[in-house]
């Protein structure tokens, strides 16, 4: 992606080797060349950002061109906002608090240039806070208040506010950056650019590093440059297209965050903030399946009022859930009436609200996955062996999982796909994986998940390299009808 740097006036631009097109605000506001450039992504390093001044119009404008604003308007904003500012301050705690561990003042202030700081001691805080607010020189205030440190306010800053002092370091740390920072590629620049949002340290990641490489191909194919990000990547949602999350999803979580970010930056996200927020909690689907008479094992939702009429209402054994259950962890099998007691009773120590369900004992499940209302796979699971889950952990911390077998839509169960498509569609339009469970010719929906796994080998057995094509025709088509808007 080439870089383009615009500045008030480019006389007074102090850096020369920095590899990068300089021009002034008005230039870059006027001249057409500029709205016909693709892929370009601009440091915007105007001497102010206030509303409706040239540097807030020069990221404005870069965004309406398609170009990447470095900081973007959504990113100004996002630095007056109370509540971004005291999520990053939990998110990033630990290190805070280790950075800051030492002062004595009860107020620091911390200068960032190009995501470096002069003392090396907070360079690891100052890279981390420029990922999330991409401006090229950033001030962030802290305060220590009740024997903690948190991030208080952040904001912008022109060259012209650099103390005197500092000013050899920031001409070191701005030639370095750009000489690093990516030139013009060779290879034609890429219709557009998709995020993938992945984890190192998940265990049970939703994709294997195969099914990850095929979706990076298969977005090339599609002429989409592909990045994988991860949590520290937040504040460079704003330089693409699409997210894809690849990163087993919670509301109480980054990848929630993000999610609510590509959203609000207008990309097209899978999966979608709302889908996040219904598909992980069960006790929203019990009431939703309920409320539209979709079969469903017998199902309670359990609270402190009612835990005694459990084992009349579902009989034993039973499963109990807690609303944020996935990949079978917080899912439990109680069965008898003392096994039942003490189960409930740690699962509401977390949650006034848990799930109670029917036992209902198959050899596999069914898992169909869905696409933009469209049936795009078929699996069974099949149960862990001598167990009655598909995966089961073992004491010595291995885990076992049950045979995976795949099918084309066309050669499953029509009665399974039926319900697994009417169970879906209730949430959106996303990607999801519904499980069910089929007793002669009875079907029941037992959850339905967003981010379902689709990993190289297993859903992936019978489509090939067709499952993520069509996954990745999706983000395309969404993505050319947002720009058509």
């Known amino acids: 992606m080439p870089n383009l740097i615009v500045v008030n006036n480019p006389k007074r631009w102090p850096f020369t080797h920095t590899g990068a097109e300089v021009v002034s605000a008005r230039h870059y506001l006027s001249d057409p060349k500029f709205s016909d450039q693709r892929g370009v992504k601009v440091f915007n390093l105007c001497s102010s950002y206030r509303y409706q001044s040239l540097g807030y119009y ?30 990053i301050s939990d998110d990033l705690d630990e290190l805070i608090q280790r950075s800051l561990k030492p002062l004595q003042s009860d107020r620091f202030t911390l200068s960032i240039y190009f995501g470096r700081n002069m003392a090396k001691r907070y360079e ?10 991409q401006s090229p020189l950033l001030r962030a205030e802290f ?34 950056f750009f000489a690093s920072a990516p030139r013009a590629p060779r290879r034609k620049i890429p219709r557009y650019d998709l995020a993938i949002l992945v984890s190192d340290d998940e ?8 099914a990850l490489k095929n979706f990076a191909r298969a977005a090339k194919r599609a002429d989409l440059g592909v990045e994988f990000i991860d949590k520290d990547d937040y504040g460079s949602i704003p330089e693409f297209d699409a997210l894809f999350i690849r990163e087993t999803t919670n509301v109480d979580h980054h990848t929630y965050r993000f999610s609510r970010r590509a959203a609000a930056e207008g990309l097209v996200v899978i999966d979608d903030p709302a889908s996040i927020q219904l598909c992980t909690n ?7 399946l309920s409320r539209h008479r979709i079969s469903h094992p017998r199902t309670m939702i359990v609270h402190r009022d009612n835990k005694t009429q459990v084992q009349q209402t579902i009989g034993l054994p039973c499963i109990l859930k807690m609303p944020d259950s996935s990949f079978s962890q917080g899912v439990f ?65 291995e885990t076992r999982y049950g045979d995976v077998a795949s ?21 959106g339009d996303g990607l999801y994986g519904v499980d069910l469970k089929q007793i002669g010719d009875k079907v029941y929906v037992i959850e339905i998940n ?24 999706v983000f395309v088509e969404r993505i050319e009808k947002r720009k058509a808007r």
């Not at 912008?156 to 103390?163: D, N, Q, S, Y």
């Open 407 to 427: 099918y084309l839509v066309e050669e499953s169960p029509p009665a399974v796909v039926k319900t697994a498509l009417r169970a879906a569609n209730l949430i």
């Open 124 to 133: 690891r805080l100052a890279d981390q806070l420029s990922r999330l607010f």
């Open 203 to 210: 265990e049970n990641p939703p994709s294997n590093d195969r």
């Open 333 to 397: 099998k109680a069965e008898d009436p003392d096994s039942l007691h003490r189960i409930i009773e740690r699962l509401l120590d977390d949650s006034d609200l848990i799930i109670a369900q029917e036992y209902t004992p198959t050899p596999f499940d069914w898992r169909v996955g869905v696409l933009n209302r469209k049936p795009i796979y078929v699996c069974k699971y099949f149960m862990a062996s001598d167990h009655w889950q598909i995966q089961k952990n073992e004491m010595n911390g």
């Open 143 to 176: 305060r220590y208040l009740d024997n903690h440190w948190a991030l208080h306010r952040i904001y912008p800053i022109t060259i012209k506010e650099v103390v005197q002092e500092h000013y050899g370091f920031v001409t070191q740390a701005a030639e370095e």
């Open 58 to 87: 020069v990221s404005l404008l870069a965004a309406a061109r398609d170009h990447r604003p470095i900081p973007s308007i959504e990113t100004i904003q996002d630095m007056k906002s109370l509540s971004i500012l005291r999520l």
């Open 282 to 288: 069960k006790v929203f689907l019990a009431e939703l």
């Open 450 to 473: 967003d981010n379902p796994s689709i990993d190289a080998g297993f859903e992936d057995a019978k489509l090939k390299d067709a499952l993520y094509d069509q996954i990745i025709s």
